[in-house]
Each structure stands twice: as C-alpha cells, then as structure tokens.
C-alpha cells in the first residue's frame, strides 16, 4: 500500500491494522462487564481462540480455576476501573487447557464525558522469563541451602573493604561466632596478634584484589580465644562490568591434620635417630666382636706368659708388667662389653647381687665419670637385701642416671646414690598399681639440679623424649633404665620439682635366694684330657683359631679345626674321627654357628655343642635371653675359663 493510500485510511482502520500485526502480544477490549468485544492475531496466536470463539465471551475464561473460585477476574475489573488500570502476573489458560505464565494490563477506556465504556486489556506471555526466575530463585535456594548445610567449612562473604557481610553455620561451629555477633566486623578479627601486628589480613585481601585469589595455612583465632590451624582461601568477586563488589572466604579447620602431621614429623625424626642409633649399635657390635677375638689372643699370650715368668728367678718386674697388660686387656674387655650392651646385643644374665657392695664399687666410677664440679656419695644400709639382675646393666642404669643429673646441674652440685628395704603392703600397691605388694631394694638416685616441670615428668621415661637440643642427647636414656627395671621385675618412679632437684628410685624386687660364692681364682689350675677326647674347632679368624687350637692341645685334647662351617660339615659327615665337643664361634661369613650347631646335630646326634661369640645378633639370643640348652662362652674368655666349661661340658651325661 502506498504512502498515499495509507494516509487516506481513517485513523480508526490505521489503528486496527496495527494492532492485528502485532503478534507477540494479546491486546483486546473488553466491554464494562468483561466480556470480549474485539481480538487481534497476536490474542489468537497466544490463547488459541479465533475471534468467533470468543468475542462475547467472559474473559475469565483465561484464568485458571483457582484463580476464578478466588475472584480473581472481578478484582481486576473493579481495580482498574477505580484506578484506572490493573497490573498483574500470574497463570492463564489456553483455549486447549496448557496454561502460560502472563504479564497482565488491563487499562480502563472512558468517553469524552468521562464515563467508562469498556477496558483495554495487554497479554504477554513470558513464561520462559518467568522459568527463567524461578529457576534462579531455585538456583539460589539451593545454594543457600547447600552453604547452609556445611558445617566443616567456615563459607562467608566480605565487602571490598574486608568487613563481614554474610556468615554460614559452619562458619558458626569453627569461629564461634553468631550471625548477629560478626556481620559488619572486619575479617582481621580472626587472625592472631602476631600476624595482625605484621599486616598479614592486609596483605591477603591485597593479593586477592590483584591477582584474583589468596590461599594460605595459619593459625586463626576463635571467639573463644583459642586457636585452631585454618586453610583459608579468599576468592575476589566481580560484577559485569569487573568491578569488584566484595570476596568470597572458604575457611576449613585442619588442626587435627596439623596434629597428625606434627607426630609424623616428630616420629620420622625419632626413626632418624633410631636409624642412626641402629647404625652405631651395629658399628658398635662388629666392633666389639672383632676385638673381643683379638682381646682374647692378647689375655690368652699374656696369661701364657705369666705362668712361664714366674719359673723363672728375678722375674719380679717381668711379672708385674705382665699384671699391668692384663689389667689393660682386661680394662679393653669391659670396654667391649659396653659396647655390647649400647648396641643391645647382649642377653641379660642376672644373678644375685650384694647391693652394698655394688654401691662401694661404683663411687669411684662415678665421680671420674662426672667430673670434680659434681659431689658423689653412695650410701647403703645395714642389712640390706639382696636383689637378682644383670650387674652391667644395672650399673649402665646407675651411669645413665648420672649423667642425666650432670647435665641438670652445669654449675655443679650433689649427686646422692643409696638404696633402702621396703615393704610395699596392699594401700601402697592400689596407690602404685604397678608395683605388686612384696618386698623391694629401692636404689634412689638424687641430684641438686635444676628439677623438671610437670609436663617433663608426663613424658620422661617415653622412648626420644629429650629435654635437651637436637642432637645433644637421644632421649632414650630413661627409658632405657625403665625397660631394664621392668624386665628385671621391678618398677621405677621419679619425684622432681623446678629448682628443686630430681630423685629416680629403682625398686627390684628382694632376692630371696643364696648369693653367689665369691669367684676364685682359676689361673692356676687348667683341667686338663686325657687325649682320647677330640674337639672340632670352629673359627674364621685365623689367629685366634691357632690360638685356641694351641691352648686345648696344651690342655691334652684331639684338635681339629676348620676356618668355616662348610669345612666344620665337611669333617662331620665322614665316620671317622669321632668328635666329642664342638666349639664354634657364632658370627662367621655364610652359614653361622649356630645354624652350624643345629645341622651338626643333626648329622651327629648327641653331639655336645659349645659357642663362643663375642657379639652374637640374636643368633643364639632372643628376647634378651639365650636360647634354651645353649651354652656360650663370651669373648674373651681366659685359658682357665675356657679349659673349665670345655671339661663341664665333656663330663655332663650325653642326653637321652
């Protein structure tokens, strides 16, 4: 149509024409009573009815059900006709019964006069936009509910100024705080005064204004005051037009990690030192055994000689240097034993022990041990008990005592060994749990020094609890003396108080039996064969292995020998000679001693069976005890020791 034709148009057709090209929205009237009076292509393509069906119908046939038993349809006509117009949303209905969500206009339409002549009513359908709402609202409703419902994480937001703006439960459970208690407060009120002194609040929110994320671990603060280690992460967030409006702040408490991975570092530090205590006890043993068998062929020449010296005439001074190289050897022997018992490669041997006497014995060691700075007085008691235990291990408790006393007194002091009976009846023993009623030897070890707190003495006898710096002690001194005491039957307790000293007391338990005959003297007198007995010398050191072969000849025995168990086999699998007594060291290249000892038994039944070792890595010793019916000569062993275990042996009946 031309410019022309259309302008011709009456204004009335122009507006028809508009309003049917209009197919997004439904526009109709309505006359004063609300039926329909006209309809327009848009009203048909949104409700479905073409003009016919329904002009003169009501229009409340688009409203649903509900909303008509509700008047709904009445109160739109009423509002609009005394305002002048009514808007709404809300559900409609198609002519086929779908139902779509509507924004409503319904303007009233009014003469020259003023008088209402009907209602001009606007339909759109935005049901997706609504969909779209709700769907979002949902989205948020889930959200709300899904932050709302982690109480593991602390989930807040802050203001770009870093204050406070929203607060979720968890947030609640691990800060303490309520909703009212913190909104509106700055963030920094959960960092420590050390890292608030340091600016460490600031400097996060810095980072996550430029780069877009903070993260960290570090101690923060509760309401409470407490503390708790806290992986913290702050997210910037931004609107459409990358403004920053504020940041998201993820808080999880991790203190039980932290715990964990404290007592992992502290036990990967321990096995550190346990490893290198492990180490040094192996280094330590092979040392022992090696010089053990050189030992043993330095005393067994020196005691050979002492004996040829004193046939000879003015051999005094010749005799006396030989008494003072045996006395070193022998010195060099306790040595070894020490390092027998560090390395924990020896069994215990316990036995009856005179407890003052021990007392007399070890003051001197002690106070060259400790120093001039330290004062040692060892008392006993008249008539006191005797106990049963490993004598060197009791006296390395005593030591291990003492130098820990030392090391609480760097000025000098006092330090007090004696020992006492007691009675422990019923009351004391529910007191002490620990200690059954009997009757003990308590062995108390005071010092003047500087004493231990209550959480020291908490853990003072825990195996690599030190007191001291790294690497200035290995912790393992107390228990140490713990374990040794309670294998030995007893119990041990400590008393301390800063500044005040420490006292350890050692209770073993009375030894009811007979003590030991004092040792005579063997040099003497060596029990000699008869050179009908054979023993089969085992020995992979070569020197000492002549040794020993030279002494038992001298002694009238058979001598074979062999350098391995291989050889030792080799010699007991043929039917000659017959061999009464094996005498094997313990710790050779291949097969062992001991494994030798058991195959040999095996090819020679009755076959009586004597070890040497002087370092024995659980070969013939389990569970710090030898192994039942082996018997073990020591390293070094002197010629009398030797030749009385050697005839002993070859005199017990053969077993059955």
Same mark, same amino acid.
Not at 327 to 346: D, I, M, V, Y
Not at 365 to 370: E, N
């Given at each position: 149509m031309s410019q022309t034709t259309l302008d011709q148009l009456g204004d009335a057709r122009r507006l028809e024409l508009l309003v049917n090209a209009i197919v997004d929205y439904a526009i109709f009237m309505l006359d004063t009573n609300g039926f329909v009076r006209s309809w327009n292509s848009g009203a048909e393509r949104l409700k479905g009815y073409a003009a016919s069906e329904i002009i003169g119908k009501p229009f409340s046939a688009f409203y649903t059900p509900e909303d008509r038993a509700a008047g709904l349809p009445q109160r739109a006509l009423a509002t609009a006709r005394e305002t002048g117009r009514f808007n709404s949303e809300g559900w409609r209905v198609r002519k086929d019964g779908s139902r779509f969500w509507a924004l409503v206009v319904l303007d009233a339409i009014r003469d020259e006069h003023g008088e209402l002549i009907g209602f001009a009513k606007v339909t759109r359908d935005i049901t997706e936009r609504q969909q779209a709402h709700v769907?979002?609202?949902?989205?948020?409703?889930r959200y709300r509910r899904l932050i709302e419902a982690v109480i593991d994480y602390a989930i807040f937001q802050l203001d770009p100024e870093g204050n406070v703006a929203t607060w979720n439960p968890g947030a609640q459970r691990i800060k303490g705080y309520a909703p009212n208690e913190i909104i509106g407060r700055h963030f920094s009120q959960f960092y420590t005064p050390e890292d608030l002194a340091i600016g460490v609040p600031e400097r996060a929110l810095a980072e996550a204004r430029e780069h877009g994320r903070f993260e960290a671990e570090g101690w923060r603060v509760r309401k409470d005051g407490t503390r708790f280690w806290a992986s913290v992460i702050i997210d910037r967030i931004v609107d459409e037009a990358g403004d920053i409006i504020g940041f998201a702040k993820v808080t999880r408490d991790l203190t039980e990690r932290k715990r964990a991975q404290d007592e992992l570092k502290l036990v990967q530090e321990q096995l550190l030192a346990s490893q290198k205590l492990e180490a040094i006890g192996q280094l330590s043993g092979g040392i022992a055994h090696d010089f053990n068998n050189l030992l043993m062929i330095v005393l067994g020449n020196i005691e050979t000689a002492e004996r040829n010296a004193r046939q000879l005439a003015g051999s005094a001074n010749l005799q006396r240097a030989l008494g003072h190289a045996k006395?070193?050897?022998?010195?060099?022997?306790?040595?070894?034993?020490?390092?027998?018992? $560090?390395?924990?490669?020896?069994?215990?041997?316990?036995?009856p022990i005179n407890v003052n006497n021990f007392l007399n014995g070890v003051q001197d060691?002690?106070?060259?041990?400790?120093g001039e700075r330290?004062?040692?007085?060892?008392?006993?008691?008249?008539?006191?008990?005797?106990?049963?235990?490993d004598t060197n291990h009791l006296e390395s408790a005593i030591i291990n005592l003492a130098i820990n006393a030392r090391d609480a007194m760097p000025d000098g002091g006092k330090l007090t060994v004696e020992a006492v009976n007691v009675s422990a009846d019923d009351d004391y023993s529910r007191a002490n749990p620990e200690l059954p009623p009997g009757q003990y030897v308590v062995i108390c070890v005071t010092d003047t020094g500087s004493g231990m707190t209550a959480e020291v003495l908490d853990h003072a006898f825990?195996? $690599?609890?030190?007191?001291?710096e790294p690497g200035q002690g290995t912790g393992l001194g107390l228990s140490q003396v713990y374990g040794f005491v309670k294998q030995s039957g007893g119990h041990v307790k400590i008393y301390s108080e800063v500044g005040h000293g420490t006292s350890i007391k050692l209770y073993f338990p009375r030894h009811l039996g007979a003590g030991l005959a004092p040792a005579a003297e063997p040099d003497e007198v060596l029990p000699e064969g008869e050179k009908v007995e054979t023993i089969l010398v085992v020995e992979d050191d070569a020197d000492l292995r002549t040794y020993v072969c030279e002494v038992l000849r001298d002694l009238n025995y058979r001598i074979l020998s062999a350098p391995s168990a291989q050889g030792a086999l080799t010699i007991l699998l043929q039917e000659e000679p017959k061999v009464d007594l094996l005498l094997t060291d313990v710790v050779m290249p291949g097969i062992n001693g001991r494994e030798l000892g058991r195959r040999a038994q095996q090819i020679r039944p009755g076959l009586k069976i004597l070890y040497m070792t002087g370092y024995s890595r659980n070969a013939v010793v389990h569970q710090g005890r030898l192994d039942e019916g082996v018997e073990v000569l020591e390293k070094p062993v002197s010629q009398a020791k030797l030749a009385l275990r050697v005839r002993d042996i070859l005199d017990r009946p053969a077993p059955e």
């Open positions: 769907e979002l609202l949902e989205s948020e409703r006395r070193g050897a022998q010195r060099a022997a306790a040595l070894t034993s020490r390092l027998l018992a $560090f390395s924990r490669r020896q069994a215990l041997d316990p036995r060691f002690l106070q060259r041990t400790l330290v004062e040692v007085q060892t008392v006993g008691s008249a008539g006191l008990w005797q106990i049963e235990a825990e195996p $690599f609890f030190t007191t001291k």
